[in-house]
């Protein structure tokens, strides 16, 4: 099966300074892909790469190639705009729109020209916050602003958001890091049922929850991608000494 | 080597001393700060008494009852004429100021037509304007008085004015009430007759012209610096020459005022178009500077979050930053009005200082605006012009707070919290 996202010699400098150290590893359609590894090691920076959203920071430099359908995304003829629609991000901190609930969803699609008559429109912000599992929660008050739900309710609100463009990728940068362990159970609950549809791809500094969650796992450090694998094997049969330390607690 | 540290007596005399002296410091702290605030309050309050105090008889003119018998006077008008446009026309060509002077004389002796006001005949002419009838019959009209009976009559006036105003208060003929010219007409001569709505016009056109202009490109100006421009030398110095700018005195604005708009490009003096113009350079500054501050001050997540949905730059700029950025570039657009509203020195370099007795109907139409007015009539001699000055200060600052109290209430719909 060809992946759906494939990076090959993937390089990231910020200024002089190298981020990412000639990365390949590839991202397959039903999986899910966690990304371990200490504090610094890049694991963020790669994520971001996959979307371009590195491309805000003026100073950085990305070398290689990221296939996406085996499309290179840092080509001159490729859509950044598009190409976010197609691979979606749920960030660290929950960060909805300071507007509605109802138009924190409906934003997406209506600048992609996705829905345009109000009542498919509506069934799309039902739709999306039923599979972001929230909608019993919000279906009564979807005028309220979103940034007045709770922690957890706001990260659903931010999948919901992401998943209502329809990508084919969604990458999720340690979306439970700041939430509490009933609100993680939920969002890991919720990865669950979206895998499969999605391709995901998670960044997160809990083993456990990439134990958990992922089919795949990829250790990185100082830059480098250590090891990629099996999730079972990867936390069961390290092949490498540092991958055996990192996940038994030794450093990190 | 040292000595392993003792542990600290915290029921030390000197413990106590230093909090005491803590605790006074407070309070010394405190105090100053109160003092601060009560004596700005009564600052305020001192200017705003003044103000009311001096002003409000401003708004007021005292009347005499003129009887006068207008059909006796053999005005060559009919009652047809002095309805509609031409009444104005009509009514002066017959001769109605003489009639006016006449009945004056008839009533109060010799001197009697010195006691109105030059536009008492014009209190007689709206008077037949709204009932043609007293063109058939004799009435007694209430018309101002002449500005030195006026001023004796409100405050301390001449010996001679005292004197005539205490004859004519004992037979019960003069009246007070609120002056209908002074918010309707425009500058003049005599200060019974002056009126504030020309100066008054003349800053809402000036301030129309200045709010279209320095807002949006202001506004704009801000976004692309803080969204697009590269960060650069250029930039930087851009940067530099706009904090420089918003600190140049304003008269410089005028001097560039006239030899830009007067002189080059040859554009009418006094008129609001060019004040406007002048006082937008002035305010632009102002808002790019606030509208910056304001745009750095949205939080990067939400620029990230509108991306990662696949927003396009503009679409962030426009659906996200700009709509949490408005309260803040309102707040700096309040500033730069409130200062452009209150600023004189530019407007007297490119004219506007002149004499102008009608309000401007157009952009271009020679006028005059609220602070400049107030620095005329606070020049003037007559002592009647000193109640107008106060309540032109009082119109300036009405206008003002009105002004600041529609930004408030914009800023406070457009924020939102997050």
Redesign the interface.
């Known amino acids: 099966m060809t992946p759906k996202i494939s990076a090959r010699d993937v390089s990231v400098f910020y200024g002089a300074k190298q981020a990412i150290d000639h990365v390949s590893i590839d991202v397959d359609q039903d999986n899910v892909l966690a990304f371990i590894g200490p504090s610094g090691c890049g694991k963020s920076t790669f994520l971001r790469t996959l979307?371009r959203?590195n491309d805000?920071v003026?100073s950085a430099r990305v070398s290689g190639e990221i296939l996406l359908d085996g499309e290179d995304i840092y080509a001159s003829g490729m859509d950044v705009?598009?190409?976010?629609?197609r691979v979606?991000?749920v960030?660290q901190?929950p960060?909805?729109?300071?507007?509605s609930i109802y138009e924190n969803v409906a934003?997406?699609p209506r600048?992609?020209g996705l829905a345009t008559a109000r009542a498919d429109l509506d069934a799309l912000v039902e739709q999306s916050l039923r599979r972001a599992g929230l909608w019993d929660e919000v279906k009564d008050r979807l005028t309220d602003?979103g940034?007045a739900l709770s922690g957890g309710q706001q990260q659903r609100l931010?999948i919901a958001?992401?998943i209502?463009?329809d990508p084919e990728v969604i990458l999720m940068d340690e979306p439970c890091s700041a939430l509490d362990p009933i609100a993680t159970a939920k969002i890991e609950e919720l990865i669950h049922e979206l895998k499969g549809r999605y391709a995901i791809v998670i960044v997160t500094h809990n083993m456990q929850q990439a134990a958990r969650v992922s089919q795949q796992t990829a250790f990185f450090h100082l830059g480098q991608l250590v090891e990629f694998g099996r999730t079972g094997d990867i936390f069961t049969n390290p092949r490498e000494e540092r991958t055996r330390d990192y996940i038994t607690g030794r450093y990190g | 080597m040292t000595e392993p540290r003792q542990p600290t007596d915290w029921t030390a005399a000197e413990v106590h001393r230093r909090t005491r002296r803590r605790y006074a410091a407070e309070r010394r702290f405190r105090l100053t700060g109160l003092a601060a605030v009560w004596l700005s309050a009564g600052f305020l309050a001192f200017l705003l008494a003044s103000m009311l105090w001096q002003g409000t008889s401003g708004f007021r003119e005292t009347r005499i009852a003129l009887p006068i018998d207008v059909a006796q006077a053999n005005l060559a008008v009919t009652p047809a004429q002095v309805k509609g446009r031409g009444a104005d026309l009509a009514l002066a060509g017959a001769g109605l100021e003489a009639a006016v002077d006449r009945a004056a004389t008839r009533a109060y002796g010799s001197n009697g037509a010195a006691l109105l006001s030059d536009g008492a005949w014009l209190a007689v002419r709206d008077a037949i304007k709204r009932d043609p009838t007293l063109l058939d019959r004799r009435a007694t009209l209430a018309v101002p008085v002449a500005s030195a009976i006026d001023v004796a009559a409100k405050h301390d006036g001449n010996p001679d004015a005292e004197a005539q105003v205490a004859r004519l208060q004992a037979r019960g003929v003069l009246s007070t009430g609120w002056s209908r010219g002074f918010l309707t007409t425009a500058d003049a001569t005599d200060p019974t007759r002056v009126g504030i709505w020309g100066a008054l016009k003349g800053s809402l056109l000036t301030m129309a012209v200045t709010i279209g202009l320095a807002f949006p490109i202001g506004v704009l100006a801000a976004l692309y610096l803080e969204e697009y421009a590269p960060r650069n030398r250029w930039t930087d110095l851009i940067e530099v020459s706009i904090n420089n700018l918003a600190a140049v005195p304003s008269i410089i604005f005028g001097l560039l005022g006239l030899a830009v708009f007067l002189g080059t490009f040859h554009l009418p003096r006094s008129a609001p178009l060019v004040g406007g113009l002048t006082l937008a350079l002035m305010t632009m500054p102002v808002i790019v500077i606030a509208g910056r501050n304001a745009i750095k001050a949205v939080p990067p997540s939400v620029r990230d979050a509108a991306l990662a949905v696949g927003a396009s730059p503009v679409q962030v700029v426009f659906d996200h930053v700009l709509p949490l950025a408005l309260p803040g570039i309102l707040t700096g657009t309040i500033i730069g009005m409130a200062r452009a509203l209150g600023e004189t020195a530019p407007l007297l370099m490119i004219g506007m200082r002149a004499f102008i007795a009608a309000p401007p109907s157009r952009l271009t139409d020679p006028a005059t605006v609220l602070p400049v007015q107030i620095f005329l009539w606070s020049d003037e001699v007559d002592r009647g012009f000193v109640e107008k000055t106060s309540a032109a200060i009082i119109v300036l600052l009405v206008v003002l707070l009105a002004m600041n109290g529609l930004a408030i209430y914009f800023r406070n719909r457009f924020e939102t919290r997050w």
Not at chain 1, 81 to 85: D, E, F, I
Not at chain 1, 95 to 99: A, D, M
């Open positions: 979307n959203m805000t003026a705009v598009q190409l976010r629609a979606g991000m960030f901190k960060n909805p729109f300071p507007k934003y997406g600048i992609h602003s940034t931010c958001r992401a209502a463009v």
